[in-house]
């Protein structure tokens, strides 16, 4: 199967859902502890205390975007933004599976975390400005760089986003999406029609029918995507890049002691990369002359504490989760049917962008 560099997608690439656990909750609208954990955060103190008091952690994800965030006909979630829940829940709990999950659309994502329904989101969510300001979200640690691409009919004739005068494009609405497709376009002065839908599954079903020429999103969602498709070698993506799309988990703002935990557990798996330390060999780190992986596993200092959270937190995500490495490998990577190179994904001393502060 051919590898692609993240923004040089290979194109025949077809994906199909991966495997793995963990409790489900299918609809935002459920309610259950983490809407009542809302409440009793709202009436002080921290999101972390409601979620240890509760002993399972409620993780807001899109649930149809294979190799990220997929459910499958029995109701297992897997993908590399389930791992980073499974991840968080395996620090506080040391237990992988004490997550509930919540598909979330892009129109109730933010709306569910800022009232309480989900403790944090893992649902290709894109980190701007305006989010982290105006909305009163707080981005953790980028976990897949991305960018938006346009995919269409391999016969449609069109080759870039210059041919789309007078054509239809299918887009996800309240997405950075939609407002990058708009600026590429009259940047372009191409008059085009924006056909919108409030769910993705809307926009590709519409697609499919050929509602619009074309579909876009961020690439890793429209690769995925075209593998649910009734024929995806039908369709191509575009060699176009429209923006940024630096893509990671989320809390709601102005809750320090929350977010630290999301955020150092993330880093936490891309620094046990750099480190070396997989589920399969973290027992041989144990006991370690080295205090930069003595306090990472949590022999020495008190990291975890000073989180509220067992010293040896990292030891137990790594443990019953692994490292980013061994998350990528397994949800995109080599390990998986999908074989994507790492490309910007990579470790900083291997060329990439992933990067973690100093555990000290």
């Given amino acids: 199967m051919k590898k692609w560099g993240f923004l040089g997608l290979a194109l025949a690439l077809t994906l199909t859902a991966a495997c793995s656990g963990g409790t489900t909750t299918d609809t935002a609208a459920d309610s259950g502890d983490g809407a009542d954990a809302g409440s009793e955060t709202a009436a002080g103190g921290s999101r972390l205390n409601a979620v240890l008091e509760r002993g399972q952690l409620v993780c807001g994800v899109d649930g149809g975007i294979p190799g990220f965030s997929f459910v499958d006909?029995?109701?297992?979630?897997?993908?590399?933004?389930?791992?980073?829940?499974?991840?968080?829940?395996?620090?506080?709990?040391?237990?992988?599976?004490?997550?509930?999950?919540?598909?979330?659309?892009?129109?109730?994502?933010?709306?569910?975390?800022?009232?309480?329904?989900?403790?944090?989101?893992?649902?290709?969510?894109?980190?701007?400005?305006?989010?982290?300001?105006?909305?009163?979200?707080?981005?953790?640690?980028?976990?897949?760089?991305?960018?938006?691409?346009?995919?269409?009919?391999q016969d449609s004739g069109i080759a870039g986003l210059e041919d789309f005068a007078g054509k239809a494009v299918c887009v996800e609405t309240g997405t950075t999406t939609e407002l990058n497709l708009t600026d590429q376009m009259r940047k372009l002065g191409v008059d085009f029609e924006p056909v919108v839908f409030q769910d993705a599954d809307a926009a590709y079903a519409a697609y499919d029918e050929g509602r619009c020429e074309g579909m876009t999103s961020d690439k890793s969602q429209l690769i995925a995507r075209r593998s649910t498709l009734p024929a995806p070698d039908d369709h191509v993506l575009?060699?176009?890049?429209?923006?940024?799309?630096?893509?990671?988990?989320?809390?709601?703002?102005?809750?320090?002691?929350?977010?630290?935990?999301?955020?150092?557990?993330?880093?936490?798996?891309?620094?046990?990369?750099?480190?070396?330390?997989?589920?399969?060999?973290?027992?041989?780190?144990?006991?370690?002359?080295?205090?930069?992986?003595?306090?990472?596993?949590?022999?020495?200092?008190?990291?975890?504490?000073?989180?509220?959270?067992?010293?040896?937190?990292?030891?137990?995500?790594?443990?019953?989760?692994?490292?980013?490495?061994?998350?990528?490998?397994?949800?995109?990577?080599?390990?998986?049917?999908?074989?994507?190179?790492?490309?910007?994904?990579?470790?900083?001393?291997?060329?990439?962008?992933?990067?973690?502060?100093?555990?000290?």
Avoid at 258 to 286: C, H, P, R
Avoid at 295 to 319: H, S, V, Y
Avoid at 348 to 359: A, D, I, K, N, Q
Wanted: aromatic fraction near 10%; glycine fraction near 12%; include cysteine.
């Fill in 238 to 360: 575009l060699e176009v890049t429209m923006s940024k799309e630096p893509l990671g988990p989320l809390t709601v703002n102005n809750d320090s002691a929350w977010f630290d935990v999301v955020k150092w557990v993330t880093y936490g798996l891309i620094q046990a990369e750099e480190m070396g330390i997989t589920s399969g060999n973290i027992a041989e780190f144990e006991g370690s002359e080295d205090p930069n992986i003595a306090r990472f596993l949590g022999e020495e200092g008190t990291l975890g504490e000073d989180m509220g959270l067992p010293n040896d937190f990292m030891k137990r995500a790594i443990t019953n989760v692994g490292n980013y490495g061994e998350i990528y490998e397994r949800n995109l990577g080599q390990e998986s049917q999908f074989n994507l190179d790492r490309g910007q994904n990579a470790l900083w001393t291997e060329g990439g962008l992933l990067y973690s502060p100093p555990f000290r």
């Fill in 73 to 153: 006909e029995g109701g297992n979630y897997s993908g590399l933004d389930v791992d980073v829940c499974r991840a968080v829940a395996a620090a506080l709990f040391d237990d992988p599976e004490a997550v509930e999950y919540r598909r979330l659309d892009s129109t109730e994502r933010f709306t569910a975390l800022s009232g309480g329904e989900v403790d944090m989101l893992s649902r290709n969510t894109t980190w701007t400005l305006s989010r982290d300001t105006q909305v009163g979200m707080e981005f953790g640690p980028t976990t897949f760089y991305d960018g938006q691409g346009m995919m269409v009919r």
